[in-house]
């Protein structure tokens, strides 16, 4: 009979039994030794999880240290099984279920155990169970435990497929090894969970724990254990074996050649390489952490030994390695589901020619042969295009997937030169439909990658900040979904004006290139718009698209952030910043390409990043350049006639809604053009119906919220007094109560008030609907204005756990606007809470006027632009800018996020 020393040897490498770490090669001995003392069992383990861990840091191959925690705990468990037993537990089972039943264990991983029990436990029964567990805690094992009949476990199993799986795994560590046998009786497919029910319930919980990770597997913290592509889709494969062919292990699956060798070996390396990750995790943290988040990458990178490049950083390399590593399983994964398919469901419908190179199998899609791919190279992209042109088929077959993967050697440099092939890239792209589902399909097995080899290049990169979630080829690939949604009119309601955008181009391929290319010059040094062009138009002409054509793709990758950071950075309601860019453009077809890009991009880059106020300011941006188009070049718009135009559809709003024009007119005086030129006719309307309602003698603040403006924010109006710090106050207030300002515009009246507009969100990106969360907004403002003005004021909330991590040196560039009479502040920064609160102290110590601040957050980094002047009205003199450049270097550095 094999003893505790032996179980530990065979779970262990032989490394294991040599100095200088022999302590679990004694356990058994030692723990027979601690006389049932909980602070020695304690120690005892202490040491064995510190040896665990040297061999981890060793480098030690992480499959036998996942085996040999596992071996410890058998150990620890039968030794106390043995001191705690009773005699009327004699009939009774210890049995490891789940994660622990297999044997295998991460150093904080869940130790789940069944006490299999005859008949319902009676006191003296109960007592021991009770004394069990509250040792085993007492220890340092955090046991999770049940007590149940066989009759009970299978009750439990037929209500719950989870516990059906966690009993699947179950292994006897002492006890009655017969009830263990009748457990395993009445849980079989015969009695409860056939296979194919249990297949199908499996692959569900697996889509829907899939659409919960947003249904990619490259989220910027991905969860190594339930992500897609993660280990839990390694153990989905392992269930359904065992569950159909009672497989215990995968190389059962190779045995029943279910596997090849190369694919049993690609799979249990890439269960090592998710192992070790999880296993650095626990390392790492002392706890139970399966996410890889953001505050630990760069630590696992150091651990595993990787090293900065010229272009990629260490963490950088290592979240490759991480993404292809579950991108592989993902693609075994949907190859051995396939084929369990197949062999369980065991469907006999004869196959449907398609053509004489395809058919349809069973609902699936089918190489009519194994070497079809080797005779017809062409075959492996007509396969996409025949899933395309028929929406029915359900997947492709798993022995066509394997022939494919064998194939890709195929895919060289004289196979992306034929011209038949341009022709079947080119009808993949032109489709109606199945576009974005068939170019992801292509990059899960391999031939995107080698159609166009820059691409295969940006497959599982990572970009280490917060502004990109995910990977560049995942996003990429979202950029070319959203393409597609603006594209198909069910989904108008999402981004109107995109749609319609996007619905009136005439090659909507021109978009889809330009997005499969917009990044992929990522990592390379140098600019990857301009590089990504290159590329681009290369491409394009190989492919036989037109030079016209050719050079629209190059220009939207050479320009396609343009339009975003304009919107965004620059003063629009200035002309010549419209018709400045409107020249940039050239015509109306680039910038409706353009647009339509932009909102893509901007929408995939980021799921927080893409709202209601970036919509609108797109929106109005676009519309206020295809205006200058439309009047032409060499006639750009005049400012009198914008300002006429503004104040025209405001009259019109205020007489609708009930205002004399007398009083309308009356409370205009006190605005400048500038006021009209920077504001909507509807902001203006809500202004003067506000002001025409105010008492024209009192000095008492305005204070007034519109929830939904039309800019897709909540606008917030503040009439007051100048105020000391007004700007840093109001700013503070706002961000102590969690709200994202984007855009702020401060107007001073001819009256001796200041009209200050500030445009806000919800930290989720949404404006304030909620009427309480409206009346706390008003009321903080209110209690602000009503201090003294030498009142101390700060933002207490911290900086997200996040942004923490970053240490953004402060960035400042100061130029002249002369034409507007002003000084413009470019600042990039750490984003954190009480940023603007800071600038707006510096800019009032500096006796300097802000007049407006255009706010954009990148990530972890803050870049905002404000527009100055000094309390004359005229822009800064060199002095004044490089004492404000001072002034904010060192206010804004010594409140890095901590």
């Known amino acids: 009979m094999s003893t505790d020393t032996d179980l530990l040897e065979e779970a262990l490498p032989a490394t294991t039994w040599s100095a200088p770490w022999p302590l679990l090669s004694r356990l058994p001995i030692l723990l027979a030794e601690t006389q049932g003392s909980p602070v020695a069992y304690r120690e005892l383990l202490r040491h064995a999880h510190e040896e665990l861990k040297a061999r981890f840091l060793a480098e030690e191959p992480v499959e036998g240290l996942v085996h040999a925690r596992a071996a410890l705990v058998d150990i620890v468990l039968r030794e106390v099984w043995r001191a705690q037993s009773v005699a009327d537990t004699a009939s009774w089972a210890l049995v490891a279920v789940g994660g622990y039943g297999r044997g295998e264990l991460h150093p904080c991983s869940d130790i789940d155990i069944l006490l299999l029990v005859p008949q319902p436990p009676d006191t003296q029964g109960r007592g021991m169970v009770e004394r069990l567990v509250a040792f085993l805690w007492d220890i340092g094992l955090e046991v999770g435990h049940s007590v149940r009949t066989v009759e009970e476990c299978s009750q439990e199993s037929t209500a719950d497929v989870s516990v059906m799986t966690t009993l699947i795994e179950a292994r006897l560590l002492a006890g009655n090894e017969e009830l263990v046998a009748q457990m395993r009786t009445a849980l079989g497919p015969d009695r409860v969970w056939p296979v194919k029910e249990f297949f199908e319930a499996k692959v569900r919980e697996q889509a829907d724990r899939h659409l919960k990770a947003h249904d990619t597997a490259y989220n910027l913290e991905p969860n190594v254990k339930t992500g897609p592509g993660g280990l839990r889709d390694i153990q989905t494969i392992a ?19 279910f596997l090849s060798g190369a694919e049993l070996r690609r799979l249990k390396q890439a269960q090592a390489v998710l192992w070790k990750v999880r296993f650095g995790l626990h390392v790492l943290t002392g706890r139970r952490e399966d996410r890889l988040l953001f ?93 395309q042109q028929h929406p029915e088929i359900n997947g492709v077959r798993a022995s066509t997937m394997r022939a494919v993967a064998r194939s890709l050697w195929l895919i060289d440099e004289e196979f992306r030169q034929n011209p038949r092939h341009h022709r079947l890239f080119l009808e993949i792209l032109r489709s109606p ?34 502004f990109h979630a995910y990977t560049v080829d995942a996003h990429t690939l979202f950029v070319v979904s959203n393409l597609r949604r603006f594209a ?158 503004t104040q025209d559809a405001a009259r019109r709003l205020l007489v609708e809604g009930g205002i004399a024009e007398t009083d ?121 204005l009503q201090r003294p003005e030498d009142t101390a004021f700060a933002v207490s909330r911290r900086a997200p756990r996040q942004a923490r991590m970053f240490n953004t040196p402060t960035q400042i560039a100061l130029s002249v606007d002369e034409r507007n009479s002003r000084s413009v502040l470019e600042l990039i920064a750490g984003d954190r809470p009480g940023l603007l609160c800071d600038v707006g102290k510096v800019l009032m110590e500096q006796r300097i006027e802000l007049h407006a601040a255009k706010i954009m957050t990148v990530g972890e980094r803050a870049e905002d632009v404000f527009y100055l002047t000094d309390f004359d009205n005229r822009p800064l003199d060199a002095s004044a800018e490089q004492k404000l450049r001072d002034h904010l270097i060192k206010a804004l550095d010594r409140r890095q996020p901590a």
């Not at 630590?299 to 991480?322: H, I, K, N, P, W």
Request: hydrophobic share 40%; glycine share 6%.
């Open 295 to 387: 505050d630990h990458q760069i630590r696992l990178a150091q651990t595993f030994g990787y090293e900065d490049a010229s272009y990629t950083l260490a963490v950088e390399q290592f979240m490759q390695r991480y993404y292809r590593t579950v991108m592989d399983v993902s693609l075994l994964n949907e190859l051995l589901l396939q084929l369990f398919r197949e062999a369980i469901l065991n469907e006999s419908e004869p196959p449907r020619p398609l053509n004489p190179r395809f058919q349809v199998r069973n609902g699936s899609l089918e190489a009519v042969s194994d070497d079809v791919f080797v005779r017809t190279p062409s075959t492996l992209l007509e396969l996409f295009v025949l899933l």
């Open 664 to 784: 309308v007119e009356r409370s205009w005086t006190r605005f400048s053009a500038a006021y009209f030129l920077q504001h909507s006719p509807q902001e203006v309307a809500w202004h003067a119906r506000l002001l025409a309602e105010r008492d024209p003698g009192s000095d008492e603040p305005l204070v007034a919220l519109d929830p939904r403006s039309v800019r897709g924010t909540t606008a917030v109006l503040i009439f007051t007094r100048p105020r000391r710090h007004g700007f840093a106050r109001t700013t503070a207030v706002l961000d102590q109560l969690g709200l994202n300002i984007v855009d702020a515009r401060i107007t001073p009246t001819g009256d001796g008030f200041s009209l200050d507009l500030y445009h806000v969100l919800e930290d989720d990106g949404a404006p304030i609907t909620d009427d309480d969360r409206q009346n706390e907004i008003e009321h903080a403002i209110w209690r602000s």
């Open 488 to 645: 198909i009119p069910r989904y108008d309601h999402e981004l109107p004006e995109a749609s319609r955008v996007m619905q009136q181009l005439p090659k909507p391929e021109v978009a889809y290139l330009a997005a499969l290319f917009h990044d992929i010059a990522k990592g390379r040094g140098g600019d990857h718009s301009q590089l990504g062009g290159v590329d681009a138009e290369a491409f394009c002409l190989e492919q036989g698209l037109s030079p016209y054509d050719a050079r629209m793709v190059a220009w939207l990758v050479r320009n396609h952030l343009e339009l975003s950071i304009t919107a965004q950075k620059q003063d629009i309601s200035d002309p010549q910043v419209i018709s400045a860019f409107a020249r940039k453009v050239g015509d109306e077809a680039h910038l409706d390409y353009l647009y339509a890009l932009t909102c893509a991009d901007v929408r995939g880059t980021n799921p927080k990043l893409w709202n209601s106020w970036k919509a609108s300011l797109f929106h109005d941006f676009y519309h206020r350049v295809k205006r200058a188009l439309r009047r032409g070049l060499e006639s750009p718009i005049d400012q009198e006639q914008l300002v006429r135009e």
């Open 239 to 257: 269930w359904v074996a065992k569950r159909h062919f009672g497989s215990d292990t995968l190389d059962g699956l190779a045995t029943r050649g």
């Open 433 to 466: 439909v199945g576009v974005t589902h068939e170019l992801r399909r292509m990059n899960t097995y391999g031939v995107l990658g080698r159609y166009i080899p820059a691409f295969g290049r940006i497959v599982g990169r990572m970009q280490y900040d917060l």
